[in-house]
């Protein structure tokens, strides 16, 4: 019997991905466990395995297609014993999703060749307080876009809504729900206000001379990224705690160690076992502070506060034409020399794309450094489930003042941004004095 295997979801946010390699061809035997393709998803390369036996009867999506939406069909396998060419010609088939990560629940594959539909016709209007059934995706396009659920036609199962329906809507210009001003509510017969959703892209691009400008289209992880910190920033009530912090010590210390450190052999000559930076005393200051100050350890849910036993600390990494943030995994746990020796892995991986989900996805807290750059101070946007991230400016040599003297130090300002929700002013200050602290006097990391 043919077995149509579908693209499967590589991480709980996917919606589509490139099908970057096919790694078998049609006639090709595979068994359970075989890796048989590499997906691209916005954050990652990945490889994908198999779950049935049989021959790979027809490749439908070759390698190089980009935009391949979740449970599409990939590939057709006959199953063990069947016949290949009946199986490739697509008879009684039944649609089973490619493997996807251990960790990661694959979506139930859609059978191959679905009997057309018709266009749905426009939903009728909801009456107040009847629930409108929608994915959590369609839910925030629809809010973004000012677009009321109960004037948008679900082609999903049993009428839901989904992506394409809000983006049809909004093509055929479906009117924005109203909500009323602060000004308005005030006022009885003050009539509603449309939601501001900014210049469209034809009015941006008409305040332009044609042939000043190129357009790069937005890829996956340009999208992720201005929908998770455009949510993030909307949702999230944020404030902002800078500290100052003396590097002098810091910077001593972290010479010693390096000059002490073991040496191997390469083919290019002996080498340091590892060579800390200033970031890996950065995350694991990090990390001691928030075991210290284990409310501050936590994320938000609308139940409760989600206290967690481990500083899984997030660092920020620049990639082309977008960043991620690999995650050091029970880092209140690790000396510096693991620290440093993961998270130069983890940066190499992201810029290579070729980070697993469970290194990108979850943590409690991040840093994000631009102290290289000459930045002196800057604040950062939460990523959830994180209630917290601290920036990290240039360390720069200051006069301060020390027993009724001016003396020179090497002096970084960190921003802390939180999230208000789980962490209020107290905790966060308290949670900001720790990590300073441990900076100040780094021995303190070591022991």
Not at 7 to 26: C, D, I, Q, R
Not at 91 to 96: G, L, R, S, T
Not at 300 to 310: F, N
């Amino acid at each position: 019997m043919p077995i149509n295997i579908t693209m499967p979801a590589l991480s709980p946010t996917m919606e589509e991905g490139n099908l970057a390699k096919w790694l078998v061809k049609e006639g090709d035997k595979i068994a359970p466990g075989d890796v048989i393709a590499e997906i691209e998803t916005d954050k990652a390369t990945m490889e994908v395995e198999a779950v049935d036996e049989g021959t790979v009867a027809k490749i439908v999506v070759p390698a190089g297609t980009a935009g391949v939406k979740v449970n599409a069909l990939i590939a057709v396998l006959a199953a063990d014993g069947a016949d290949v060419a009946a199986a490739a010609a697509g008879e009684a088939p039944k649609a089973v999703p490619a493997a996807a990560p251990a960790k990661v629940d694959a979506p139930a594959a859609v059978a191959a060749a679905p009997a057309p539909v018709a266009p749905a016709a426009p939903a009728p209007a909801v009456a107040k307080g009847e629930r409108v059934f929608a994915s959590p995706l369609a839910r925030r396009l629809a809010k973004e876009a000012g677009v009321e659920l109960s004037a948008v036609a679900g082609s999903g199962p049993h009428g839901r809504v989904v992506k394409a329906d809000v983006e049809k809507a909004v093509a055929s210009g479906v009117a924005p729900k109203a909500v009323v001003s602060a000004s308005a509510s005030a006022s009885p017969t003050s009539t509603a206000a449309p939601v501001a959703t900014g210049l469209s892209d034809e009015a941006v691009l008409k305040l332009f001379e044609q042939g000043t400008y190129e357009l790069l289209p937005h890829d996956g992880m340009r999208r992720v990224i201005a929908s998770r910190l455009t949510e993030s920033h909307q949702t999230i009530p944020s404030y902002f705690l800078s500290i100052d912090a003396e590097l002098d010590a810091l910077n001593a210390l972290r010479v010693e160690i390096n000059k002490g450190a073991p040496m191997r052999k390469t083919e290019h000559g002996d080498a340091p076992v590892f060579k800390l930076s200033v970031n890996d005393f950065i995350i694991k200051a990090l990390a001691l502070a928030l075991r210290d100050v284990p409310l501050a350890n936590a994320s938000w849910t609308s139940s409760a506060r989600v206290l967690h036993k481990h500083s899984d600390v997030g660092v920020a990494v620049a990639i082309p034409d977008g960043l991620i943030t690999p995650i050091i995994r029970k880092a209140e746990l690790k000396p510096l020399s693991v620290i440093s020796t993961e998270m130069k892995d983890l940066g190499r991986r992201a810029r290579d794309k070729k980070l697993k989900p469970e290194e990108f996805q979850g943590g409690t807290s991040a840093v994000s450094n631009l102290g290289m750059f000459g930045v002196s101070n800057f604040t950062s946007i939460i990523n959830p489930p994180h209630a917290s991230i601290v920036s990290i400016g240039a360390g720069i040599e200051k006069p301060v003042v020390k027993n009724g003297e001016i003396k020179v130090a090497t002096v970084m300002t960190a921003t802390f941004a939180f999230d208000h929700r789980v962490i209020d002013g107290a905790l966060g200050a308290e949670l900001a004095s720790a990590f300073k602290r441990y900076l100040e006097k780094p021995m303190s990391m070591l022991v």
